[in-house]
């Protein structure tokens, strides 16, 4: 399909749209209310709702033909993969937004026909916006960023929900790496790859919205993005996911399916894994 579309004039419309959430969130944080999803962890907000429908309106607006597809409404399902595909998680991080109110992000990542074109996480509190544009390179605040220098797990710190991995699997991991953090934003862990602070970000079951803005800025970047099996992951699917730097990738898959498996004994937990 041919373009239709000035790529680079969408860009600036989504940094446009993307800034003017510095003015709207101080006072949706001030009327924030938070409902429970699944359960009691489950969290969503009027916030995240009303991100994802005014970013609706917005597309609705400017961009008729184009799709969206995100976390709460999931408006467009069908023929994802065909024209113009939006794919949002209006706050990642949630948990952290109703708790901390720091570290969460917005994530927003154009497909066409398929193909990641554009991408953004947004880090709301800081201020910092990630952005790649497919063939232009990654950046953060317009600054372009290096493509990451290769790191072995020893050197790497890497991070993980440890509610999710046996006990073992979590201590052979944290016993080959030089250390652990979790932000608890997929897309604010996925960033710190980007900038090689962190040599890798897994999430052993991501839904399209955490992971969507992270095909490009990997392709964008050299990192390795991958399931477990060190296969493409689907943007529409989702699923095991990790992001890292191509000198751990392998090391920490092999620790990640070393003796059964990651998931081994993984039920002692209450919480549900999904
Ligand atoms: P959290 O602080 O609520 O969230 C941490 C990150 O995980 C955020 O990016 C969040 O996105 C995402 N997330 C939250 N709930 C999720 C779910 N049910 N499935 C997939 N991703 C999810 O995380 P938490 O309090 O530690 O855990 C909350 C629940 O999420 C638990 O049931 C946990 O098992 C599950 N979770 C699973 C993984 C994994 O690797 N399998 C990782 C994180 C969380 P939003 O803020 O947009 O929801
Ligand atoms: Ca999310
Ligand atoms: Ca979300």
């Excluded at 419309?13 to 001030?30: A, D, G, Y």
């Excluded at 489950?42 to 961009?63: A, C, G, P, R």
């Excluded at 006990?167 to 710190?192: N, P, Q, V, W």
Aim: aromatic share 10%; hydrophobic share 40%; with cysteine.
């Amino acid at each position: 399909m041919v373009s239709q579309y000035d790529i680079n004039e969408i860009d600036n419309e989504i940094k446009t749209w993307l800034q003017e959430l510095n003015l709207r969130m101080p006072s949706l944080i001030e009327e924030m209310q938070t409902d429970t999803k699944k359960n009691r962890f489950d969290l969503v907000t009027n916030v995240d709702k009303m991100i994802e429908s005014d970013f609706e309106s917005f597309i609705n607006k400017h961009y008729p033909t184009h799709k969206l597809y995100s976390e709460e409404a999931h408006q467009a399902t069908l023929n994802l993969k065909e024209g113009y595909t939006w794919v949002m998680d209006p706050i990642d991080g949630t948990a952290n937004l109703v708790k901390q109110q720091d570290d969460y992000c917005v994530i927003l990542a154009l497909f066409v026909d398929g193909a990641p074109t554009l991408s953004y996480i947004y880090d709301v509190p800081r201020q910092i916006l990630y952005h790649a544009q497919k063939g232009k390179g990654a950046f953060i605040n317009n600054k372009r960023l290096a493509t990451v220098t290769s790191l072995p797990l020893s050197e790497a710190i890497i991070s993980f929900n440890n509610k999710v991995l046996n006990d073992e699997t979590m201590h052979e991991l944290l016993k080959a790496s030089f250390g652990y953090r979790l932000i608890g934003a997929c897309g604010l862990d996925s960033a710190r790859v980007f900038t090689g602070q962190f040599g890798a970000h897994i999430h052993t079951n991501a839904k399209p919205w955490d992971i969507a803005a992270q095909f490009l800025f990997a392709e964008e970047l050299g990192l390795e993005m991958t399931n477990f099996d060190k296969q493409p992951i689907d943007f529409v699917t989702g699923g095991p996911y990790i992001i890292s730097n191509p000198g751990c990738h392998e090391e920490i898959l092999d620790i990640l399916l070393a003796d059964g498996g990651y998931k081994k004994e993984q039920l002692r937990l209450k919480t549900d894994l999904k």
